[in-house]
């Protein structure tokens, strides 16, 4: 059961007032129990995107995936959506492209935001993998991906 919650201002940098509201304690569902997936337990997989995935949590409103991009490889071109997706990028080095924005070079504690609907790819310019995070909400569904890029033959 969730307490009162109190609707708040919270003014940023730019003195606009934005609407934010604060819960007096934490929403903790009935069946939400506490989890620690470990790093090496995931099942890792690729996939068409040219990418692995280590699936790590799920539940209706987030996921969180490991995503690995091997040396030299870029991603297909894509988009979610319905679905808002974060990178946190762990290790490595890259050039990420989304939503017409310039490339941009990413390394490990980048934090990247993509809107709904943007199409994205990562390129690994290093000489290592490239690792992150994909925190997506609500969360990723098959549905929710379009492919951004012809079938190559």
Known sequence: MVKACEN???????????????????????????????????????TPE????????????VSVARATVKPGVTTKAHHLKKIQEIYIITSGEGMV??????????SAGDVIVIPVGAS??????????????????????QECYFDDEPEVP
């Open 97 to 106: 492209a989304f939503g017409g924005s310039k490339p941009t070079i990413v």
């Open 120 to 141: 994205q790819k990562i390129t690994n310019t290093g000489k290592t993998d490239l690792v992150f995070y994909c925190v997506c909400t609500p969360r990723f569904t």
């Open 50 to 61: 040219h990418c692995y995935i280590a699936e790590n949590f799920s539940d209706k409103d």
């Open 8 to 46: 708040t201002i919270i003014k940023n940098h730019y003195t606009q007032q934005l609407p934010f509201i604060l819960l007096n304690q934490p929403i903790i569902g009935e069946t939400l129990q506490p989890k620690i997936v470990k790093a090496n337990s995931p099942n890792e997989y690729l």
